[in-house]
């Protein structure tokens, strides 16, 4: 079959948009956030993605979520508005008190 000759048959048959028409009304997952967000694909050493699922994991939260709270993060740092984790502050107070070996 010549590809004009496909073209015409695939665009003239109505089987799809009557299968279209039958199916159920699905119901999408609701989005996490009101920010719009978009998708980008990044390869990463098998390595380097098993330690970060690993710290997400270890988080309680998924890897792009914590992927884009360290690219949030590092953005934040280049124009000196960052922010720091609670957790980072708690640690950072508490070696303070702490009275070093001399």
Known sequence: ???????????????LAE???ESQPVELPT?????PMVSRSVRLPLE????????ADARGIGVTTLMRQWIEA????LDDSATVSLADVRRA????SRPTAA
């Open 93 to 96: 107070l508490a070696s303070l």
């Open 48 to 55: 380097t993605y098993e330690r970060v699922r690993a710290a």
């Open 1 to 15: 079959m010549h590809r004009d000759e496909a073209t015409k048959r695939f665009h003239g048959d109505d089987a």
């Open 19 to 21: 299968l279209i028409d």
């Open 31 to 35: 989005p996490d956030t009101d920010t």
């Open 74 to 77: 590092g953005l934040a740092d």
